[in-house]
């Protein structure tokens, strides 16, 4: 069994009017090995519409709060290199 999993699912086909859709993710799992449980996360990454004729669109998800995570966390690690610059500078 491998410790890190990452795969694309599918999940089940929602009729919406004339047109389906089908929700696509993606899933991240860290397994230890000797350990109970592990760290599962999956993330929406996109939606294929398919409309009554068959044609397939495939409309992408913007994950905003994992932006705004990237984010403040660039803004940690800037805020914590300047005050060490400033320690360092004034010893």
């Known amino acids: ?20 859709l089908t929700p696509i993710s993606s899933l991240l799992q860290v397994t230890i090995p000797g350990w109970q449980g592990g760290l ?3 993330r929406p990454t996109a939606v294929l519409v398919t409309e009554a004729d068959g044609k397939e ?6 994950d905003i ?14 805020g ?10 004034h010893k």
């Not at 491998?2 to 919406?16: G, H, V």
């Not at 914590?80 to 500078?89: F, P, Q, S």
Request: charged residues 15%; aromatic residues 8%.
């Open 1 to 20: 069994m491998s410790w890190l999993t990452l795969e694309t699912r599918t999940a089940e086909p929602i009729q919406a009017g004339k047109r389906r």
């Open 40 to 42: 599962v996360w999956n």
């Open 57 to 62: 669109t495939l409309l992408p998800v913007r």
């Open 65 to 78: 709060t994992r932006l705004a995570q990237i984010l403040v966390l660039s803004a940690g690690v800037l």
């Open 80 to 89: 914590a290199g300047l005050i060490w610059l400033a320690y360092r500078t």
